[in-house]
Nanobody, 123 residues
Framework: QVQLAESGGGSVQAGGSLRLECAASTRSYSNYCMAWFRQAPGKEREFVAA????????NYADSVKGRFTLSRKRAKNTVTLQMNDLKPEDTAFYYC????????????????WGQGTRVAVSS
């Protein structure tokens, strides 16, 4: 069983930055691909970014490429999503997810999910 805990959400003005962290409580953290999804009010959940289990490859949604950076720290069992140049359309609940051997865009392929953290970007 993998437990995921997100932190770092908050409110910021457009153009600002936030850093989200996801801590995984598993000894086999290095075996898991990690991802972030988000869901805005009244909208479906969408993929944001994912990183391969070894940290050597990342995958980003087109809407965040060049603005968001996903990285993982094996020693701390964490993944960090650095979000720069935030826009009002980035407002959503952000969820961390984990999966074995998958770092694609389909949420149903991820086995474990965190509770989410709220990000609000004002214009």
């Amino acid at each position: 069983q993998v437990q995921l805990a997100e932190s770092g959400g908050g409110s910021v003005q457009a153009g600002g930055s936030l850093r989200l962290e996801c801590a995984a409580s598993t000894r086999s953290y290095s075996n898991y691909c990690m991802a972030w999804f988000r869901q805005a009010p009244g909208k479906e959940r969408e993929f944001v970014a994912a990183v391969k289990y070894d940290g050597r490859d990342t995958n980003y949604a087109d809407s965040v490429k060049g603005r968001f950076t996903l990285s993982r720290k094996r020693a701390k069992n964490t993944v960090t999503l650095q979000m720069n140049d935030l826009k009002p359309e980035d407002t959503a609940f952000y969820y961390c997810a984990a999966a074995l051997d998958y770092y694609g865009i389909e949420g149903r392929q991820y086995n474990y999910w965190g509770q989410g953290t709220r990000v609000a970007v004002s214009s």
